[in-house]
């Protein structure tokens, strides 16, 4: 079974800075989608960015990256210029066959004016 | 992406009764899931919802407590019967791409479910 794991149960930026949330995840298959997702306080759960595992490029969403290392099970985000409306609860999450999504823990990410 | 409502968007019930939560999709979708969330808690699957056949549950829940309705590609129900106030939670639909090419999910806005 896959397990996804989330170091960070909460985590503080300040407003305009950068901020990096940890993922690390276990399986024993090649072939599989990483995933991070926001839920901001409206509890509506928003795709930030994705990753094929196959692919060896990080993915980058405008202010949202990832740095994904294969061999170290690693997969984690990065969020620049941070902006208030970043404040939410973010959630790694792995797929690697017919949408059956594993989720992490989360980590409560509070943006400081 | 797929435009997901949900029904009611919150409620609040009495211990023993039941609540059906509806979940509707702007299109066709091949794959329609169901997850818990707990106050402070991550997403956890309840079950996979397939048109045409019965629901795929995963271990800890069971189709009595939890049954699921699959009329069509764009429609389905959790239901949640005998509730207690362990059942206080968000219960979340989600879809899944229709030969996407990442295997990704969109969720709906969630069912607030509070129970005394």
């Known amino acids: 079974a896959q397990t996804v794991t989330q170091s960070q149960p909460e985590m503080s930026v300040q407003e305009a800075e950068t901020v990096t949330l940890s993922c690390t995840y276990d399986?024993?298959?090649?072939?599989?989608?990483l995933f991070w997702y926001k839920q901001p306080p409206s509890r509506q759960m928003i795709l930030v960015i994705r990753?094929?595992?196959?692919?060896?490029q990080n993915a980058t969403e405008n202010r949202f990256s990832v740095n994904f290392q294969k061999a170290a099970k690693s997969f984690s985000l990065k969020i620049s210029d941070s902006q208030l409306g970043d404040t939410a609860m973010y959630f790694c999450a792995f797929t690697n066959a017919g949408n059956m999504l594993t989720f992490g823990g989360g980590t409560r990410l509070m943006v400081k004016p | 992406s797929a435009v997901i409502s949900q029904k009611p968007s919150r409620d609040i019930c009495q211990r023993g009764t039941s609540l059906t939560i509806q979940c509707q999709v702007d299109?066709?979708?091949?794959?329609m899931f169901w997850y818990r969330q707990q106050p402070g808690q991550s997403l956890t699957l309840i079950a996979t919802a397939n048109q045409g056949s019965e629901a795929t549950y995963e271990s800890g829940f069971v189709i009595d407590k939890f049954p699921i309705s699959r009329p069509n590609l764009t429609f389905s129900t959790l239901t949640v019967s005998n509730m207690s106030p362990e059942d206080s939670s968000i219960y979340l639909c989600s879809v899944g791409s229709s030969g996407g090419a990442y295997n990704e999910q969109f969720f709906g806005p969630g069912t607030r479910l509070t129970v005394l």
């Open positions: 399986t024993s298959e090649n072939n599989y989608y």
């Open positions: 299109s066709q979708v091949t794959m």
């Open positions: 990753q094929e595992a196959y692919k060896q």
